[in-house]
């Protein structure tokens, strides 16, 4: 025993055919699927949420459209803020960069100097030892001043 679901299906002002399909006896809710009507692709596919939005008529005096107004301007609100405070966080981080780098290119010029003078000091120190250090079998000899004498 085999329950078909029983399919409807209509064309909206667009061109696009909307097949309604109903099960029968099941609790299941009503999908419906969009298909184009021609088989090249003419026409865009539009969701039911919003087949009827473009020939309804706004009433702009009503409560629920002031609402929403409100609830969209106070959110174009809040993302506006948002926008400029990531922007000035960002400015702010650049500035924080921007010292930080200057006082790493102090100490990296404060480093060389230092390191040239050091391995001056070095390259005299290694002169100095060169000069007093005398080559192997030309030894000097010493006189003892206590033996001196006798």
Do not use: C, W
């Not at 702010?92 to 003078?117: C, F, G, P, Y």
């Amino acid at each position: 025993m085999s329950k078909t679901p029983q399919q409807n299906a209509t064309t909206d002002a667009n061109g696009v055919s909307v097949i309604h399909s109903q099960a029968h006896t099941s609790g299941l809710q009503q999908v419906p699927q969009l298909v184009p009507v021609s088989p090249g692709g003419g026409g865009k596919a539009v969701p039911p949420s919003k087949q009827g939005k473009k020939n309804s008529f706004v009433d702009r005096n009503s409560d629920e459209y002031r609402q929403r107004r409100e609830r969209n301007n106070m959110a174009v609100k809040k993302s506006r803020l948002k926008s400029k405070q990531k922007a000035q966080d960002t400015l702010q981080r650049v500035n924080q960069l921007k010292e930080e780098n200057e006082r790493l290119e102090a100490k990296i010029k404060l480093l060389t100097k230092e390191l040239s003078v050091l391995k001056d000091l070095f390259l005299e120190h290694a002169h100095n030892l060169a000069d007093n250090v005398q080559p192997v079998g030309t030894e000097t000899t010493t006189t003892n001043p206590e033996n001196s004498g006798q």
